[in-house]
């Protein structure tokens, strides 16, 4: 009869006993799925800053290829300028007020957006009667080309290097007249003098065409000094 109490006594502990193992153990298997989630997601995070990491190479290798593009693009473009006067020399009179009438045709290749505009600058080296150099210099952005061919006429006075040269058929809207040159000696360190001008007997005169993308053409007129 004892015995039977004392079992019916310890029956409801000994289920409490195995419940609380089952639940230790259900907590137990719960803390190694969260344990393994936690690994999967540690490993798709690292595989996200890896793709991310790829598409900023990507991003980066696409701009360089943008680049280089580009500059093949310049690189293909060309500039031929020839003048349309033909002649390789022309004689100036002694006036100081002459002027020589020189006109270029200019084509510069496609495509337009890279290639143009074209600038067109001016050359002058001026040489005694043994062909010794007195003085040199250059007109910048003379004139424009905005499209793939055109006709540029110039002005150009030999003796007067205060109004040099003019782009004569410039368009009315800009209309920047006439542009000094700083002819420089043939050492480079000052302005030519007026009694070293005075030697001049002759001056070679060099237009040149400037595209945008790179192609450069240059022909070269000679204007014989009378004096």
Not at 122 to 150: F, P, R
Not at 155 to 171: A, C, G, K
Request: proline residues 4%.
């Amino acid at each position: 009869m004892m015995i039977q109490l004392l079992f019916l006594l310890l029956a409801p502990q000994q289920q409490t006993v195995q419940n609380f193992e089952r639940q230790q153990r259900q907590i137990e298997q719960i803390q190694q799925q969260l344990q393994q989630q936690q690994l999967q997601l540690g490993h798709l995070l690292l595989q996200v800053d890896t793709l991310g990491g790829t598409v900023a190479v990507l991003q980066q290798q696409q701009l360089q290829l943008g680049r280089l593009l580009q500059m093949l693009e310049r690189s293909a473009c060309s500039a031929e300028i020839l003048w349309v006067n033909g002649a390789e020399q022309k004689i100036v009179p002694s006036d100081s007020a002459a002027v020589v009438r020189l006109s270029l045709f200019s084509t510069i290749s496609k495509p337009p957006d890279v290639c143009l505009p074209a600038e067109i600058r001016v050359t002058a080296s001026y040489l005694d009667a043994s062909s010794n150099l007195i003085c040199s210099g250059t007109v910048e952005n003379l004139a424009i080309q905005n499209t793939l061919t055109g006709t540029i006429n110039l002005d150009i006075r030999p003796w007067d290097l205060r109004e040099f040269s003019r782009w004569r058929n410039e368009p009315p809207q800009t209309n920047s007249g006439a542009k000094r040159l700083v002819c420089m000696n043939a050492e480079g360190l000052a302005e030519v003098t007026s009694e070293e001008m005075a030697r001049a007997t002759s001056v070679r005169v060099r237009a040149t065409a400037l595209s945008a993308g790179g192609g450069v053409s240059t022909p070269e007129i000679e204007l014989r000094l009378q004096r």
